[in-house]
C-alpha cells in the first residue's frame, strides 16, 4: 500500500466502511482482513424502503392442489405480509404486501404455483398498503 492509498483512506470516502472479515494466522500473530463495503449494503435505511401491496388473482386449476399453504410458506419466506383464499369461481386471491422485488418473486412463484396446479393467467393490480406484519390463509 502506497502513501496514497494511506491518506485516501484516512480522510474516508463519503458512504463507504471498512468492514472487518475473518481473521488471518500469519506465523505467531493474526491480523484482520479488511474489506471496503458500502454504507447503504450495510445498514440499509429502512425509511428508503418503499412498500407495495400487489392483488393477485390465479386463474386454472388452483383449488385443492395445496396452492393457498404453498403460497403462504413462499410469502412468509420473503418476508410479506397479506393473505392468500379460494375464491367460489374456483381462482385463488392472493393479497401481498412488501418490497417490489419480492412482490415479483411471488407473483412469478404464482405464475408456476404448487407441483399439481395448472396455472393459466396471473392477474395484478395495486391497492394501498395497510401496514400488516403478518401473512394468512383466510378461508
Request: one cysteine or more; a positive charge.
Amino acid at each position: 500500500m502506497d502513501k496514497g492509498d494511506r491518506s485516501e483512506r484516512q480522510s474516508g470516502t463519503p458512504g463507504w466502511l471498512i468492514a472487518d472479515t475473518r481473521p488471518l494466522n500469519r506465523g505467531n500473530r493474526t491480523t484482520k482482513v479488511r474489506q471496503w463495503v458500502r454504507q447503504e449494503q450495510r445498514h440499509p435505511n429502512p425509511s428508503a424502503l418503499r412498500i407495495e401491496r400487489w392483488q393477485l388473482q390465479v386463474r386454472g386449476r388452483v383449488q385443492g392442489v395445496g396452492f393457498r399453504e404453498s403460497c403462504s410458506r413462499m410469502a412468509k419466506d420473503l418476508n410479506l405480509s397479506g393473505w392468500v383464499r379460494n375464491c367460489p369461481d374456483g381462482s385463488v386471491e392472493v393479497q401481498a404486501e412488501g418490497q417490489p422485488y419480492q412482490l415479483t418473486e411471488l407473483r412469478l412463484w404464482c405464475e408456476r404455483g404448487p407441483r399439481e396446479a395448472e396455472v393459466l393467467s396471473v392477474s395484478q393490480s395495486q391497492l394501498a398498503p395497510l401496514k400488516e406484519d403478518w401473512f394468512e390463509i383466510r378461508r
